[in-house]
Every structure is written in structure tokens, then in C-alpha cells.
């Protein structure tokens, strides 16, 4: 079956450094979602990438999507603590999206 | 605008005790349904999903069981809990084939004591 594989699974950066999570996926992927957990929160949608090479901008998060739409990053500028709390991305398939186990960053104020 | 319910929100039970937490959706019709687990800092763990009502697809076999009496109900049941059931208890929905993204409940916290 599909596999979704996430790295870091942590990083501590100080506040104001840059930050990335990347993740690679097994097969192709029809569309990959990026999603943010907060501490002791549910997951929250962030966006969706559904183009080869696609590139989206929120504020200060980057998040691309590989050429043979089988990788994906998330890129954090000058990160501050509101960042805090663990990133997923998703794997679209048919009936389900497929997460990597996520990345969990700490920021040191 | 939809909106997803989940309850309860924390529980302690006993091991060897029965389960049952509820999910229902509400402002859309025939979505899908999910249950996920999430042990303390671990990823997210797909348990069950619903295209429709009746229709479960188990992912993990274990002493859990999912049921959906209703089209926007969803409910996640143990007869027995052990100590390794404790964990975040994640409901969710996707509009159908159609949709892609999938939207959280708030969680439940359930610990085995």
C-alpha cells in the first residue's frame, strides 16, 4: 500500500531560524495536504498541492510539491512560537489520505 | 457550513471496561467517515472508515469495532478496553469521492487504567 514517510520527526530551532519538513511517498500522488496539530489540539487543514511542481505561499510557510509529485516540503521563515505544534502532510488516495507520522517542532524563545 | 461533534472529550475507564464514543457531522449528506488513533507524540493511526451508512473498512485489526447507524453518525466501540487503547481518538469526515480534504474532530482523550 501507499507509505508516506516524514522527516524530521522532531526539530528545535531558536525563534527567528528557518525551518523544513519534508516528505516522500511511496507512489505518485493525485494531491498531497499539509495539516498542523497544535499541542493537545485536533489536526488542522493547511492547503492542498495538487500540481507537479507546485508552489504555495501562507504568510511566512512555503510549501512545495515535487515534479514527479512524489515529495513535498514545508519551509517555515523566521519561525516563531505561534509555530509550535506538529506538521503532517497527506497523501491523497481514493477513499482516504495516507499521513507521515508528522514532524514536531520546538521553538526556543 | 459543516461542523463535526465528538464526544466525549476526556475519559478515564478501567481496563476491561466497554467503549463508545460518538462523532455526528452536520451540514453535509453522505460523507465519509474516519476514526483515527494518536498515541502520545506518535503520528496518526487510521482505525475505521465509512463511505456510507453500514459500511465499515476496518484498517487495524484489534478489540475495537466502528458502527454508522446514520449517515452523519459515527461511532467507535470496544467491549473490552485494554491498556494499550489509551491514546487521542481522532473523528473525521471528507465530502465523499468528491472532496479531498479531511476536517478533525476536537479528539478524545482516553486513558486505561
Known amino acids: 500500500g501507499q507509505q508516506v514517510m516524514q522527516i524530521p520527526q522532531y526539530q528545535h530551532v531558536q525563534e527567528g531560524e528557518d525551518f523544513t519538513t519534508y516528505c516522500n511517498s511511496s507512489?505518485?500522488?493525485?494531491?498531497i495536504q499539509w495539516y498542523k496539530q497544535r499541542p493537545g489540539g485536533h489536526p488542522v487543514f493547511l492547503i492542498q498541492l495538487v500540481k507537479s511542481g507546485e508552489v504555495k505561499k501562507q504568510k511566512r510557510l512555503t510549501f512545495q510539491f515535487g515534479e514527479a509529485k512524489k515529495n513535498s516540503s514545508l519551509h517555515i521563515t523566521a519561525t516563531q512560537t505561534t509555530d509550535v505544534g506538529t506538521y503532517f502532510c497527506a497523501g491523497a488516495g481514493s477513499y482516504q489520505l495516507t499521513f507521515g507520522k508528522g514532524t514536531k517542532l520546538s521553538v526556543i524563545p | 457550513s459543516q461542523t463535526i461533534h465528538q464526544w466525549p472529550a476526556t475519559l478515564v475507564q478501567p481496563v476491561g471496561s466497554p467503549l463508545s464514543l460518538e462523532c455526528t457531522v452536520e451540514g453535509t449528506s453522505n460523507p465519509n467517515l474516519y476514526w483515527y488513533r494518536q498515541a502520545a507524540g506518535r503520528g496518526l493511526q487510521l482505525l475505521f472508515y465509512s463511505v456510507g451508512i453500514g459500511q465499515i473498512s476496518s484498517e487495524v485489526p484489534q478489540n475495537l469495532s466502528a458502527s454508522r447507524p446514520q449517515d452523519r453518525q459515527f461511532i467507535l466501540s470496544s467491549k473490552k478496553l485494554l491498556l494499550s487503547d489509551s491514546g487521542f481518538y481522532l473523528c473525521a469526515w471528507k465530502a465523499g469521492l468528491s472532496g479531498n480534504t479531511i476536517y478533525f474532530g476536537e479528539g478524545s482523550w482516553l486513558t486505561v487504567v
Open positions: 507512489t505518485t500522488l493525485s494531491n
